[in-house]
């Protein structure tokens, strides 16, 4: 595999592919945990710790597994790993555990995972599944990122917590409710389509 | 080997193996999150209760848990009711404190509450909410004021303030609490609290 | 085309004499009873008010047309001025001036120029402004001041709605008088109060056909008939139904916006479910929901089956079967 392909391979998941604001997969937990950076940020690492693993154990058993039960094992192994990040955040951090709610089990059917499997990691060698699952991950974070900050800094005036916007701000209650999430999503991605438009046509 | 049977043993191999790594898994985290959930309700106990060292659950049932408290050197400290019920949005679980002599709520906190975020969610918030529940009368019904005061030294003993823009949320925590007292009134009519006849255990 | 005899072009071939202009102005004019009634209430804080969405809404309509690439003389064709002028009205009249110019642009931008500007909207532009606004400050939008021809100290107020449903006023006596409700001398939004000013915007829409009868009339009878019931059942707990539509913004909305054009259904009968529907919801909303008012959220929701309901009650063809086999 050259450099080139690794380049590619992983940046293709940031943009041109990526999960939310191209091929706007994963959308529940995007809507639902983006209310403030900190639970979009533990539900984006947590996505990441388990599309790697899974992607890593997918690619390196794929030949084993018989065509007419490979999505039952995906699942079999996504959902081992879900249910270890769960317990780990409920160990080690209880209140964004708690925060998450039914959110980190739900992981299990974020189409996100399930659809690199299907169509990365059970045709592509484990190196470069690896680094598809790596850009997929560091894509979702991203798009978790910036919906969750302009989320949080509009809707609360604080950033990971912190005050940012001065005594004079009000905040817009609406952005950390759902409503707040599928505008600025809405927006988002019709952002995402202007520039992706732009860029085609030169 | 055949198809099915192959297919039975990748299924069965991949399930044996997470399930095993799970089970050890479980078996590293079980005790933290024990912990963790008694570590919230130690917690949520000291706030509404002075000086409560020592928890023995006198009652439990669904949505009711009563527990007393006792100071370091043995001094009955008061009681901590735990209370879980309907809120605007989702289920509210709260602990609030009585007195020594079940007689007066001397304080209460949110443990669990999925209210909508800066309406509801208020009743969280010491300054808006919280405060106005300590030393309210706990031997009858508590009243919701309408409109709220700024002040608790406003309220009368038996009224509870309510929160602008969000009184459905402040009422049903009224709720909970006004129910929960009747349980308990009715188990101190019944001789079940507070059980004396333990005490030199 | 070789200088052809013939003039080729496609439907439409009647051409009414209204203009999108024409029609806007209109309503304009009709708005003016209640706009002023709102200055004589409330005086320099109305002023403010709708200069700020004024100029809010023009500036917001302006840059979306010129990032658009689009003509800017739609900017003076009057549906903006229409949008800042219903989203004002709608406003409590002590709103701070930041907030009403938020709703301003959020009712052109999302509610109008994303879907493609004016008549590809598929809710009203001025409630969407007012609905984000609601929802992004509550406490802000429920805070009301007495009319200053009340004479009232109080710094708060409440609504007739606000009233009836938080405080009984039905049980304790003290619902507003329908006088009060009539001339608008009582508390609200800035241009809801007055009913009779509102009464005569609607007679000049009536009379000049800008607006169709069906959705007022739809309207105020289903919450008529609604409340009545529950009237007629206990009238020591429930307010009457002429109460119901002279308080709050019924008749604002029944006449100025659950008309706009482009999101009321086009078929009569697809008009009549809409007018049915927004009546009930108001009702039930009053009755029985968590708000005292329920207007605006009626409008909206019935504005999303708009298109379901012109795609239901499409008129027949002639000839067309009743029933196609």
Sequence with gaps: ?202 | MSLSSRMILVLTTVGLISGGFLAGVAKLTKERIALNIQAEIEEAIKIVVDDAEVSTVLYEEEDLVIYREMEDDGQLAGYAIQATGVGFQDKITLMFGLDETLTKITGLTIIDQKETPGLGAKITGWDAFLQFWEDRDATGLLILRKPPVRTPSELLATEINSITAATISSRKVLEIVNLSLEKVRGLIAEGKIPSEEHDDH | ?325
């Excluded at chain 3, 004589?40 to 979306?64: G, S």
């Excluded at chain 3, 879907?115 to 009301?144: C, D, S």
């Excluded at chain 3, 298109?307 to 002639?318: E, K, Y």
């Design chain 3, 1 to 325: 085309m070789p200088n052809s005899e013939y003039m080729i072009r496609s439907s439409p071939h009647f051409k009414d004499k209204d203009s999108v202009p024409k029609i806007m102005y209109t309503v304009i004019i009709a708005l003016l009873p209640a706009v002023f009634t709102s200055v004589y209430y409330f005086r320099l804080k109305a002023v403010v008010l709708y200069f700020a969405c004024l100029v809010a809404c023009l500036a917001t309509e302006a840059i979306f047309l010129w990032v658009r690439k689009k003509p800017f003389q739609s900017l003076w064709d009057g549906s903006a001025a229409i949008t800042a002028l219903l989203l004002a009205m709608t406003l409590p009249p002590d709103l701070s001036l930041d907030l009403a110019v938020i709703g301003s642009v959020v009712a052109i931008a999302i509610g109008k120029q994303v879907f493609g500007g004016l008549g590809y909207n598929i809710f009203n532009p001025a409630l969407v402004g007012r609905a984000f606004i609601q929802t992004a400050f509550p406490v802000a939008m429920t805070t009301w001041i007495p009319p200053v021809t009340l004479h009232v100290d109080t710094a708060t107020f409440a609504t007739p709605l606000g009233n009836l449903k938080f405080q009984d006023a039905v049980v304790q006596g003290t619902l507003a008088p329908l006088k009060d409700l009539l001339l608008g001398n009582t508390g609200g939004c800035l241009g809801e109060t007055s009913a009779v000013a509102l009464f005569i915007g609607a007679l000049i829409l009536l009379t000049k056909k800008t607006i169709n009868w069906r959705i007022p009339v739809g309207i105020i009878l289903a919450l008529s008939v609604f409340t009545g019931l529950f009237w007629l059942v206990n009238p020591n707990k429930f307010a009457t139904p002429v109460f119901h539509i002279l308080a709050g913004g019924l008749l604002i909305g029944a006449f100025f916006m659950a008309t706009d054009m482009v999101t009321s259904p086009i078929t009569p009968r697809g008009t009549w479910i809409y007018a049915l529907g927004i009546g009930l919801m108001v009702g039930l909303i009053r009755l029985f929901g968590g708000f005292a008012e329920g207007v605006m959220y009626s409008i909206l929701f019935m504005n999303t089956i708009v298109p379901l309901l012109n795609r239901s009650f499409r008129p027949r063809i002639l000839g067309e079967r009743r029933k196609p086999q």
């Design chain 1, 1 to 202: 595999m050259t450099t080139k392909t690794i380049r590619a391979e992983y940046l293709k998941g940031l943009w041109d592919e990526n999960p939310v604001l191209r091929q706007l997969l994963g959308l529940c937990p995007t809507l639902a945990v983006t209310g403030t950076v900190i639970t979009g940020l533990a539900m984006g690492l947590a996505t990441t710790f388990v599309l790697i693993l899974s992607s890593l154990v997918v690619s390196s058993i794929k030949k084993l597994i018989p065509a007419q039960v490979r999505i039952a094992t995906y699942i079999v192994v996504i959902a081992s790993f879900v249910t270890i990040a769960d317990q780990f955040l409920k160990a080690f951090f209880y209140p964004i555990s708690e925060a998450l709610g039914p959110y980190v089990p739900l992981i299990v059917v974020n189409c996100i995972i399930l659809g690199r499997q299907e169509a990365f990691s059970s045709r592509n060698s484990i190196g470069r599944s690896l680094i598809d699952a790596l850009g997929m991950s560091t894509g979702f974070l991203l798009a978790l990122l910036v919906l969750s900050s302009i989320r949080e800094i509009l809707g609360a005036g604080t950033f990971l917590g912190y005050q940012v916007m001065g005594p004079w701000f009000k905040p817009w209650i609406i952005m950390i409710l759902p409503a707040g999430a599928f505008i600025t999503l809405g927006i988002l991605l019709g952002i995402a389509l202007k520039i992706e438009s732009k860029t085609k046509r030169s």
